[in-house]
């Protein structure tokens, strides 16, 4: 898994179907700009927040049909009436990177998880759509393996986000396994850092087994691409386990030999 949720847009998979290349090109295209505002450089908060409003400016003019001023969303606009894409995943997802301009803690598992449901899920909704697959309860698969690939993210990135000023780890879960942020600042591994560790990787674990029906359900290369993409996020998990849960020095990154225990897995569809 790379640094940002929004590289599990298969952008340059050769699974994607040649019809699909161009419009998932222009909807990474937004995805990750408007992250990069939120996140990159040197801008102020205000300034950020700003920037921001005139995408979601540019999304209202998709939606009363008037000319956009930024080419990106004139290309958007022609994707989304073109597959019939809703907006609301794209307001979500704007109003996912504002929270990151100005929310850097979160208090309960539940408020994590509603961040996730505008900065991840989003983007499954958008692939279904586009693959046409939107029945109620691939939706709900879909959304629990996004939820579980942005924690797993979370997980992996704990000290590139404490660079940020940014701490995901639920503060109740701090709280309960006697974890506070100085320790996280000194990059102290010990049994109650483990614990807490333990306990979060199995919520993500769990919450992507619940979704995995759907890879079983999408034929053909979407079908390919998910559980891959799956696997990807499992095996991240088995390698933060098997560093004992140092993310700080050993952040888990998938290797060559990784790619090979994936896609025996994914030939398998095992969890």
């Given at each position: 898994?790379?640094?940002?949720?929004?590289?599990?847009?298969?952008?340059?998979?050769?699974?994607?179907?040649?019809?699909?290349?161009?419009?998932?090109?222009?909807?990474?295209?937004?995805?990750?700009?408007?992250?990069?505002?939120?996140?990159?450089?040197?801008?102020?908060?205000a300034e950020r927040l700003?920037?921001?409003?005139?995408?979601?400016?540019?999304?209202?003019?998709?939606?009363?049909?008037?000319?956009?001023?930024?080419?990106?969303?004139?290309?958007?606009?022609?994707?989304?009436?073109?597959?019939?894409?809703?907006?609301?995943?794209?307001?979500?997802?704007?109003?996912?990177?504002?929270?990151?301009?100005?929310?850097?803690?979160?208090?309960?598992?539940?408020?994590?998880?509603?961040?996730?449901?505008?900065?991840?899920?989003?983007?499954?909704?958008?692939?279904?759509?586009?693959?046409?697959?939107?029945?109620?309860?691939?939706?709900?698969?879909?959304?629990?393996?996004?939820?579980?690939?942005?924690?797993?993210?979370?997980?992996?990135?704990?000290a590139i986000d404490w660079?940020?000023?940014?701490?995901?780890?639920?503060?109740?879960?701090?709280?309960?396994?006697?974890?506070?942020?100085?320790?996280?600042?000194?990059?102290?591994?010990?049994?109650?850092?483990?614990?807490?560790?333990?306990?979060?990787?199995?919520?993500?674990?769990?919450?992507?087994?619940?979704?995995?029906?759907?890879?079983?359900?999408?034929?053909?290369?979407?079908?390919?691409?998910?559980?891959?993409?799956?696997?990807?996020?499992?095996?991240?998990?088995?390698?933060?386990?098997?560093?004992?849960?140092?993310?700080?020095?050993?952040?888990?990154?998938?290797?060559?030999?990784?790619?090979?225990?994936?896609?025996?897995?994914?030939?398998?569809?095992?969890?």
């Amino acid at each position: 898994m790379s640094n940002s949720h929004y590289e599990n847009f298969p952008v340059a998979s050769p699974l994607l179907p040649p019809r699909l290349r161009a419009p998932v090109r222009v909807i990474y295209a937004f995805a990750r700009s408007a992250d990069d505002i939120a996140d990159e450089g040197h801008a102020s908060d205000a300034e950020r927040l700003a920037a921001l409003c005139l995408y979601q400016d540019e999304l209202s003019r998709i939606e009363q049909g008037q000319p956009n001023k930024v080419a990106l969303f004139t290309e958007l606009g022609a994707v989304i009436r073109q597959h019939g894409l809703a907006l609301q995943c794209f307001r979500d997802l704007l109003s996912a990177f504002a929270q990151d301009v100005v929310q850097t803690r979160y208090a309960d598992f539940a408020s994590l998880l509603d961040y996730c449901a505008r900065s991840a899920n989003p983007v499954g909704r958008i692939m279904l759509a586009l693959f046409e697959e939107q029945d109620a309860l691939s939706l709900q698969q879909s959304d629990a393996i996004c939820s579980a690939l942005q924690l797993i993210n979370f997980w992996q990135d704990v000290a590139i986000d404490w660079e940020k000023s940014r701490v995901y780890l639920p503060a109740e879960d701090l709280l309960r396994f006697g974890v506070n942020e100085e320790q996280i600042a000194a990059a102290r591994i010990d049994d109650n850092w483990r614990a807490l560790m333990q306990f979060e990787i199995s919520r993500a674990r769990q919450l992507m087994h619940s979704g995995l029906p759907l890879t079983k359900k999408l034929r053909g290369r979407m079908g390919w691409e998910l559980r891959l993409i799956v696997q990807g996020g499992l095996r991240i998990l088995d390698k933060i386990e098997a560093a004992d849960y140092d993310v700080f020095i050993h952040r888990p990154t998938l290797e060559k030999r990784d790619w090979i225990i994936m896609l025996w897995r994914a030939i398998r569809n095992l969890g």
